[in-house]
Structures are given as structure tokens and as C-alpha cells.
């Protein structure tokens, strides 16, 4: 049964591929919207310390434990814990996974229509010439109204559809494989004009020294949810690709090169925009809109800057699509192998319900913005409750069941891809596994709920 089903099932066509494609989950608006603002209103560097440590010793670990399962398994994330584990309530983290794509996909497609926004608005030329207040005012008008927001949201769904439909590997790795490297190079290319903006320095200070006094409960519990979302881990997206993994992949080492990519591209764009916010004269802790505001004001600065900045939110929203098929794909495979659903079908199934809340997600900053679930719009509250608490509870088990329940010896047959490797890491792995990465989360729980001080 199982050879019948690894038979037919789809899979990366190499190490480069498996790397390039599970990196094109983690990096996008994780690493260029989000984290920046996260840092800019979260005390800078204190926040970034700690968002590098919970990336290291959980983030990795969870990430392996994710790829095993789903390559041990070849299914679905829900179905895999099924397979894995028959009879127990492992099987509920999988329909966690699925709850939490649903809501992801609602508030992340929605940034990822603001890019597309940015991409048209670059096109046009509107973007240059304009002080940060006006740039302010322009995303403010952009973000409350009600027709462009929905439309591009609209757009970027039909997009994400249109891949997944065509399958994992003509799909997922075709896309992912080309835009990585360029991405990269042009904030690199943003970091050097950041940087000798005059000003600039404070940006670095800012972003670099950590003032150990922010630290507070919820600083740490934003920066563990900020670990999870931009490593994609916690929910499945993983778990699923794992299974699509080669049998001799060494899945540490690609779990190691994926989280130092990820990080990496993270700082980056850390390093794009803090110069050039103080340099500009905005402030780092604007909120979601930082990175849209930002780095207009540092194409303007550009020779060529309008081209520049017509290749970057192009780059973005490919960054972005990468992402958002590899949530979706947790809906879809789900959907076919556990309901029987045509791939298709799946998808446009899961398209639909997901614009549903999407669209009502979309309009929270304008028409729905009445709408308050824990003093959050329904936007902010999506963010909150899949990232800070849904990721990591989910990830929490899903160590645990590596760590405590699943047999040592299929671990290691994974970790060694059946003795080809050498594995002289495994004993490192599976301590913090049972140990270090449940306690640190439990942790950061109990700390930021106040039962712990
Ligand atoms: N990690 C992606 C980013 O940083 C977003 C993402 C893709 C994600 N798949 C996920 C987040 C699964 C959480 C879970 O942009």
C-alpha cells in the first residue's frame, strides 16, 4: 500500500530542488513585511536576539521533526499522523494545520495584494518624488478603501490556484528554483543604499543593540510566533512537503541550510529598512505598513530607482506566491487524499472559502474595521492567533512526537536516509527534541500568559 502510494505521488527532483522549494515557503513576507515591522515595534535588536535563538534551538528541530513525519509517512499532514500513529489523537494537529492554512492564507494573501499594488503603483511611476508623510498617507488611503485591496487579493488567489493545479513539480519548483538568488541580490543591493543614506547608522544601532530592558513577555512570545511563521513551521506546510522529499535527502543539513537562509534574508531586509526609516524620518514602529512606506522613500534615493523598485515588488509577490501555494497545498492534499477529491476540485474548493474570509479580512482596515475580536481587527487578530499561539502549540507536538512517541529507530532510518549518512548528530537532535524545544515553548506560554514571572 504504501510503495503504491510513494509510486504515484509527486516529489522534488533533487537536493537544490528540495532546498529551493522548501526555502521558497519560508521566504517572502515573513521575512520583508513582517519581520521588519515586528522589530520596528518590538524594541529592535532585543527582539531580534530573540527571534534568532528560538529560530536556532526550536525552529531547526521543529523543522526535521516536520520532514521526517512526512517523509516517513508520504501523506498529507492529517493523514500522516493517522498512518503513523492509528487509534491515537495525533491525527488532531493535522486538522489544526489545515484550520490554521485557512486562516494564514486570509491575512497573507491579503499583504500579498498590497505588493501587488506596490508592483502596479511602481509601474506607473506613482511611487517617486514623495516625502515619507505622503508615502503614509498614500498606503493609509490604499488600505482603507474598498475596491483595490479586494481586487488584488482577488488576483493574487487566482495565481496561487493556477500553480497548485498544475502540480508539485511543473508548479512549486519551476517558480521557486529561478527567483530565489535574484531576490537576494537586489536587497543586498537595497542594504548598500540603506546603509550610506546619511543617517543611516542609528538604523544599524537600532537594529543591532539589544536593549535588554524591552524585554517583555510579549516580546518574546511575538518573537517565537515570529520564528514559526517565517520558517513555515507548526502547521503542516512541512510536513507536506517532507513528503515529497527524496529518500537519500539528508534532512538535518537541509533543514540547517534552510533556517540560515531564511535568517539571513530576514536581517537583510532588517538591514534595508532601519537606516533608511531613521535616515527618512519615519518611525520604526509605524506598524504593518513599515515596509510599504520604507522602501519607496529608498528607491527615490536610487539612480534607477524606479526600475529597481518595479523588479522588487515583482520579486516580492513571486516571493510571496512561493509561500502562499505551499499553505494552500496543506488544504489540497488533505482534501484529495482524505476526501477523495478531484486536485482541482480541491483547489478551487479551497480558493473559494479561503476569499471568503479573505475578503472580509481585506475590508477590516476599511468598511469592517468595527469589527474587534481581543481589541484587534480581524486582520491583526488572524496574525495573532495562527502565529503566536496555533503555530507553536502545533509544533510543540509535533516534537514531542518525534521526541516521545514515534520509534527511535524510524528516526533514524530517516535522519541516516537508512545508514547512508552518518548521523553523528542524531543524539543532539533527539535531546532537543524531548527536552529543550517542548520546554522552551511550554515556556514562553507560561510566561507570556503570567503564570511564570
Ligand atoms: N514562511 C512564509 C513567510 O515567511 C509564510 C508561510 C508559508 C507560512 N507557509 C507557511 C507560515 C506555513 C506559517 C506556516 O513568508
Known amino acids: 500500500m504504501s510503495n503504491q502510494i510513494s509510486a504515484i505521488r509527486d516529489s522534488f527532483s533533487g537536493r537544490f530542488a528540495v532546498v529551493a522549494a522548501v526555502a521558497g515557503s519560508a521566504v517572502g513576507l515573513g521575512n520583508i513585511w513582517r519581520f521588519p515591522y515586528l522589530v520596528g515595534q518590538n524594541g529592535g535588536g532585543a527582539f531580534l536576539l530573540i527571534y534568532l535563538l528560538c529560530v536556532a534551538v526550536i525552529g531547526i ?4 521533526s516536520e520532514f521526517i513525519i512526512g517523509r ?16 491515537k489523537p495525533w491525527c488532531l494537529i493535522g486538522i489544526m494545520g489545515v484550520a ?16 501587488l499594488e506596490y508592483f502596479y503603483q511602481s509601474l506607473t511611476g506613482n511611487l517617486m518624488g514623495k516625502t515619507d508623510t505622503e508615502l503614509t498617507g498614500m498606503f493609509d488611503d490604499f488600505l482603507s478603501s474598498s475596491f483595490r485591496p ?28 529561478i527567483m530565489m538568488p535574484f531576490l537576494f541580490l537586489l536587497l543586498i543591493v537595497l542594504c548598500i543604499r540603506s546603509l550610506t543614506l546619511p543617517g543611516g547608522k542609528a538604523g544599524l544601532h537600532f537594529l543591532f543593540h539589544p536593549d535588554f530592558s524591552k524585554i517583555t513577555p510579549k516580546i518574546i512570545l511575538e518573537a517565537l ?23 537519500d535527502e539528508n534532512l538535518l543539513a537541509s533543514a540547517g541550510y534552510i533556517t540560515l537562509a531564511d535568517a539571513l534574508v530576514a536581517v537583510l531586509a532588517g538591514i534595508a529598512i532601519f537606516p533608511a526609516v531613521f535616515a ?70 479551497a480558493s473559494l472559502s479561503v476569499s471568503v474570509l479573505g475578503v472580509i479580512t481585506v475590508l477590516s482596515f476599511g468598511v469592517f ?12 487578530f488572524l496574525e495573532f492567533l495562527t502565529s503566536n499561539i496555533m503555530l507553536p502549540v502545533g509544533g510543540l507536538f509535533i516534537v514531542m ?50 503564570i511564570i514571572r
Open 61 to 64: 528541530p521543529v523543522m526535521t
Open 72 to 87: 516517513s509517512a508520504q501523506l498529507n499532514p492529517y493523514g500522516a499522523f493517522k498512518k503513523l500513529a492509528p487509534g
Open 100 to 115: 490554521a492554512a485557512f486562516m494564514i492564507l486570509a491575512f497573507y494573501t491579503t499583504v500579498a495584494g498590497w505588493t
Open 150 to 177: 479586494v481586487l488584488w487579493f482577488v488576483i493574487f488567489m487566482c495565481f496561487t490556484a493556477y500553480i497548485i493545479i498544475s502540480g508539485v513539480k511543473k508548479g512549486i519548483e519551476k517558480y521557486t528554483k
Open 225 to 247: 510566533g515570529q520564528s514559526f511563521f517565517s520558517l513555515s513551521v507548526g502547521m503542516g506546510t512541512l510536513i507536506t512537503y517532507g513528503s515529497y522529499i527524496k529518500k
Open 280 to 349: 527618512l524620518g519615519g518611525s520604526p514602529a509605524s506598524g504593518t505598513g513599515l515596509t510599504y512606506i520604507v522602501l519607496p522613500g529608498i528607491f527615490d534615493k536610487m539612480p534607477m530607482g524606479s526600475v529597481f523598485s518595479v523588479v522588487f515588488f515583482l520579486l516580492l509577490s513571486i516571493a510571496a506566491l512561493t509561500s502562499t501555494i505551499s499553505v494552500l497545498e496543506v488544504i489540497v492534499a488533505y482534501l484529495v487524499e482524505e476526501l477523495k477529491m478531484s486536485r482541482k476540485k480541491a483547489t478551487v474548493a
Open 369 to 380: 474595521g468595527n469589527i474587534s475580536i481581543l481589541d484587534r481587527n480581524l486582520f491583526s
Open 401 to 450: 512526537f518525534i521526541g516521545w512517541f514515534y520509534s527511535r529507530d524510524l528516526t533514524n532510518d530517516e535522519l541516516t536516509s537508512g545508514g547512508l549518512l552518518k548521523g553523528s548528530l542524531i543524539p543532539v537532535f533527539i535531546f532537543i527534541v524531548k527536552f529543550v524545544a517542548p520546554v522552551a515553548i511550554a515556556f514562553v506560554f507560561l510566561y507570556s500568559l503570567g
